[in-house]
């Protein structure tokens, strides 16, 4: 669509038809809102980019999000498959009656979905919680659509290959991420910058990472671009795909081994930091390929349909999206993540998956309990010590979440596992591969064994529970919204706003309050004797 291309838009100016002032109220709620959504994905999903970077203290946070951005912008250009997926694979328009109809429906359904996903997304960020917005997204779609349209207009096989995905990519993030932790601990401990240890299993770690990001970012996450087609059909196709990964294994391994010689020392200290500093970079490149469509999808596909609706519901789904949409998309993605509530979820997310003894978290006492117990069980099973490294980054005082070499394992796998379903066209949760991850690397380095193990077991088994009442939540007021929007009209799309503001005001408020109160009750825990010379 070309920028200038407005005049089947003008319409709808006049008000004098319900219809109209419908169109017309939904066209400004869905442009208004697509920007609104996509700052809110950018401010929740933040933290699934840089926590490992930032929780390794390689670089600032601030320095994380840009080199994370670049990426976001790169990747959501080459979206357009995903956001396909998202917008026409959960509903099929066309099934919605007749003509104004059908209009009117669809337009409900895409501006529900984003009145309840903005305010939910807002919500966990105020508390400092990872949500998938993979998740809302099509559970939301799917409230909506069985809502107005009952169960014949959704695409159950697609919904069930999209819920599928999701599950899967978490199980192989958390199960890949495991073993290649405690294999890549094993052979080099905490001598990550030890130059003696890096010519020995430098090469083979880094290479394999290296081999695995090239495969699935490029390969396979850029196989539109003509230079990567092009070597896919004469090299990944003549020789196959584990050839062609041993072959870059081998080459970047003896690379990486040839710096150590020359270059000694200093290149030892930089391998695992700039592996993880590209690991980064290539989480954005997946982020921006894939939850593009959580938040550019419902308004795109809102304003192809004020455009075309004339002609018909499938013309106007069938249209590819310009990609100057998409990277402005992107962009707003990246307003997001520099945002103050982006760090309340970027630190939680790095405290629940730290090495530290003492972590500033919340989670309710039930979990608490759950987490004590389950705690209790393992040590008397099989008591372990804990091999994580020190959480005091070496040659400083700075503390520290991670080090450098489980920040590059949580990076370098979850950032395939996206691309991967990128390159089939699946919108996946960048949240949940990455908290796999997460929590996958800190089981094979026996986190649970020392300081608030509780409250870090606690925390995951919270933020596991909020994931599916996220789920339940999205389906049910997205389904309620839409049923208000399609009864109403533009009344309809109002008053939804108007709750929509209101639950945000009370979610900030109480998510304030608890951020004080679990900053507090950390300190105290961190400097019992200073707080009780206080309360003496």
Same mark, same amino acid.
């Given at each position: 669509?070309?920028?200038?291309?407005?005049?089947?838009? !003008?319409?709808?100016?006049?008000?004098?038809?319900?219809?109209?002032?419908?169109?017309?109220?939904?066209?400004?709620?869905?442009?208004?809102?697509?920007?609104?959504?996509?700052?809110?994905?950018?401010?929740?999903?933040?933290?699934? !980019?840089?926590?490992?970077?930032?929780?390794?203290?390689?670089?600032?946070?601030?320095?994380?999000?840009?080199? +994370?951005?670049?990426?976001?912008?790169?990747?959501?250009?080459?979206?357009?498959?995903?956001? $396909?997926?998202?917008?026409?694979?959960?509903? $099929?328009?066309?099934?919605?009656?007749?003509?104004?109809?059908?209009?009117?429906?669809?337009?409900? %359904?895409?501006?529900?979905?984003?009145?309840?996903?903005?305010?939910?997304?807002?919500?966990?960020?105020?508390?400092?919680?990872?949500?998938? =917005?993979? +998740?809302?997204?099509?559970? /939301? !779609?799917?409230?909506?659509?069985?809502?107005?349209?009952?169960?014949?207009?959704?695409? @159950?096989?697609?919904?069930?290959?999209?819920?599928?995905? %999701?599950?899967? #990519?978490?199980? %192989? #993030?958390?199960?890949?991420?495991?073993?290649?932790?405690?294999?890549?601990?094993?052979?080099?401990?905490?001598?990550?910058?030890?130059?003696?240890?890096?010519?020995?299993?430098?090469?083979?770690?880094?290479?394999?990472?290296?081999?695995?990001?090239?495969?699935?970012?490029?390969?396979? *996450?850029?196989?539109?671009?003509?230079?990567?087609?092009?070597?896919?059909?004469?090299?990944?196709? +003549?020789? *196959?795909?584990?050839?062609?990964?041993?072959?870059?294994?081998?080459?970047?391994?003896?690379?990486?081994?040839?710096?150590?010689?020359?270059?000694?020392?200093?290149?030892?200290?930089?391998?695992?930091? @700039?592996?993880?500093?590209?690991?980064?970079?290539?989480?954005?490149?997946?982020?921006?390929?894939?939850?593009?469509?959580?938040?550019?999808?419902?308004?795109?596909?809102?304003?192809?349909?004020?455009?075309?609706? =004339?002609?018909?519901?499938?013309?106007?789904?069938?249209?590819?999206?310009? #990609? @100057?949409?998409?990277?402005?998309?992107?962009?707003?993605?990246?307003?997001?993540?520099? =945002?103050?509530?982006?760090?309340?979820?970027?630190?939680?997310?790095?405290?629940?998956?730290?090495?530290?003894?003492?972590?500033?978290?919340?989670?309710?006492?039930?979990?608490?309990?759950?987490?004590?117990?389950?705690?209790?069980?393992?040590?008397?099973?099989?008591?372990?010590?804990?091999?994580?490294?020190?959480?005091?980054?070496?040659?400083? $005082?700075?503390?520290?979440?991670?080090?450098?070499?489980?920040?590059?394992?949580?990076?370098?796998?979850?950032?395939?596992?996206?691309?991967?379903?990128?390159?089939?066209?699946?919108?996946?949760?960048?949240?949940?591969?990455?908290?796999?991850?997460?929590?996958? =690397?800190?089981?094979?380095?026996?986190?649970?064994?020392?300081?608030?193990?509780?409250?870090?077991?606690?925390?995951?088994?919270?933020?596991?529970?909020? @994931?599916?009442?996220?789920?339940?939540?999205?389906?049910?007021? &997205?389904?309620?919204?839409?049923?208000?929007?399609?009864?109403?009209?533009?009344?309809?799309?109002?008053?939804?706003?108007?709750?929509?503001?209101?639950?945000?005001?009370? !979610?900030?408020?109480?998510? $304030?309050?608890?951020?004080?109160?679990? /900053?507090?009750?950390? &300190?105290?825990?961190?400097?019992?004797?200073?707080?009780?010379?206080?309360? #003496?």
């Amino acid at each position: 669509m070309d920028l200038l291309a407005i005049e089947p838009l !003008l319409g709808i100016i006049d008000l004098s038809s319900d219809m109209n002032l419908f169109l017309w109220v939904a066209l400004v709620t869905a442009v208004g809102m697509l920007i609104w959504d996509t700052v809110e994905v950018g401010r929740n999903d933040a933290a699934n !980019l840089v926590n490992a970077a930032y929780g390794a203290r390689i670089v600032t946070r601030n320095k994380a999000v840009w080199i +994370a951005g670049i990426g976001v912008v790169l990747g959501a250009s080459l979206s357009s498959g995903v956001v $396909d997926t998202a917008r026409k694979g959960i509903f $099929d328009p066309t099934l919605l009656t007749d003509m104004d109809d059908a209009l009117k429906k669809a337009l409900a %359904i895409y501006i529900a979905v984003y009145i309840v996903d903005t305010v939910l997304l807002y919500g966990y960020s105020a508390f400092g919680m990872p949500v998938s =917005t993979t +998740a809302c997204l099509v559970f /939301e !779609l799917l409230g909506a659509s069985f809502a107005v349209g009952g169960s014949a207009i959704v695409m @159950w096989p697609n919904a069930s290959k999209v819920v599928t995905a %999701i599950v899967l #990519s978490i199980l %192989i #993030s958390g199960v890949a991420s495991f073993f290649v932790q405690r294999a890549v601990r094993g052979a080099i401990g905490d001598r990550a910058e030890h130059l003696v240890t890096l010519l020995l299993h430098g090469g083979w770690a880094g290479g394999g990472m290296l081999a695995m990001l090239v495969y699935f970012m490029v390969l396979k *996450g850029m196989k539109s671009v003509p230079t990567v087609k092009w070597f896919k059909s004469e090299v990944v196709e +003549a020789y *196959g795909a584990v050839p062609v990964i041993l072959g870059l294994w081998l080459i970047f391994a003896v690379i990486i081994h040839a710096c150590l010689i020359i270059f000694r020392q200093r290149f030892a200290q930089r391998l695992f930091p @700039w592996l993880a500093i590209l690991g980064t970079f290539c989480m954005g490149v997946a982020f921006g390929q894939n939850d593009l469509a959580n938040c550019a999808a419902p308004g795109l596909s809102a304003w192809n349909l004020i455009e075309h609706r =004339t002609e018909s519901v499938e013309l106007a789904t069938k249209l590819s999206l310009p #990609s @100057w949409m998409l990277v402005v998309c992107g962009v707003l993605l990246l307003s997001g993540m520099i =945002t103050k509530r982006a760090h309340r979820v970027t630190q939680a997310a790095v405290s629940a998956g730290s090495q530290s003894n003492v972590v500033a978290l919340y989670a309710p006492r039930w979990c608490i309990a759950l987490a004590r117990r389950l705690i209790r069980m393992r040590g008397k099973l099989a008591p372990v010590a804990p091999i994580a490294p020190s959480p005091v980054k070496p040659g400083t $005082d700075e503390l520290r979440d991670y080090d450098s070499v489980r920040a590059c394992v949580i990076l370098g796998i979850s950032a395939c596992v996206i691309a991967f379903a990128s390159s089939l066209k699946l919108p996946v949760s960048t949240t949940y591969v990455t908290f796999a991850a997460v929590v996958a =690397t800190g089981a094979a380095d026996r986190i649970m064994q020392r300081g608030d193990a509780e409250l870090k077991l606690a925390r995951t088994i919270w933020v596991i529970f909020s @994931w599916f009442s996220a789920a339940v939540i999205a389906a049910v007021a &997205a389904g309620v919204v839409c049923t208000l929007i399609v009864t109403a009209g533009a009344a309809g799309i109002v008053t939804g706003l108007l709750l929509n503001f209101g639950c945000r005001f009370v !979610l900030q408020k109480r998510g $304030d309050r608890q951020a004080l109160a679990v /900053e507090s009750a950390a &300190a105290e825990r961190m400097n019992p004797e200073q707080f009780a010379s206080e309360d #003496s």
